[in-house]
């Protein structure tokens, strides 16, 4: 099992930034990858970033160039910068990890809670 919490959201100015964390607990080294997807009212939840445990990232073309994704593997945490904030990116964003179990093979998903990020002038 594993436990997910999302800190670092809030209110930004189009053209700021803000960094989000997602701290993890319980089986952490079980876990294979992280990500962050976001949901914006009225759509669906999109993937905004993944970084995989050996630190191998993918990005939506949306927040290339202005999101970055890290990942602590000790400390179960992981980080996404953004930069260049636009009103587009105004969500939810939530915390996701992977763990994929081999014996059976099976993929579990864990959710944090989620964190609002708003980008209004």
Same mark, same amino acid.
């Given at each position: 099992?594993?436990?997910?919490?999302?800190?670092?959201?809030?209110?930004?100015?189009?053209?700021?930034?803000?960094?989000?964390?997602?701290?993890?607990?319980?089986?952490?080294?079980?876990?294979?990858? =992280?990500?962050?997807?976001?949901?914006?009212?009225?759509?669906?939840?999109?993937?905004?970033?993944?970084?995989?445990?050996?630190?191998?990232?993918?990005?939506?073309?949306?927040?290339?160039?202005?999101?970055?994704?890290?990942?602590?593997?000790?400390?179960?945490? =992981?980080?996404?910068? =953004?930069?260049?904030?636009? /009103?587009?990116?105004?969500?939810?964003?939530?915390?996701?990890?992977?763990?994929?179990?081999?014996? /059976?093979?099976?993929?579990?998903?864990?959710?944090?809670?989620?964190?609002?990020?708003?980008?209004?002038?």
């Amino acid at each position: 099992q594993v436990q997910l919490v999302e800190s670092g959201g809030g209110l930004v100015q189009p053209g700021g930034s803000l960094r989000l964390s997602c701290a993890a607990s319980g089986s952490i080294s079980s876990i294979n990858v =992280m990500g962050w997807y976001r949901q914006a009212p009225g759509k669906q939840r999109e993937l905004v970033a993944t970084i995989t445990t050996g630190g191998i990232t993918n990005f939506a073309d949306s927040v290339k160039g202005r999101f970055t994704i890290s990942r602590d593997n000790a400390k179960g945490a =992981m980080y996404l910068q =953004m930069n260049s904030l636009k /009103p587009e990116d105004t969500a939810i964003y939530y915390c996701n990890a992977v763990v994929i179990s081999v014996v /059976p093979l099976k993929r579990n998903d864990y959710w944090g809670q989620g964190t609002q990020v708003t980008v209004s002038s």
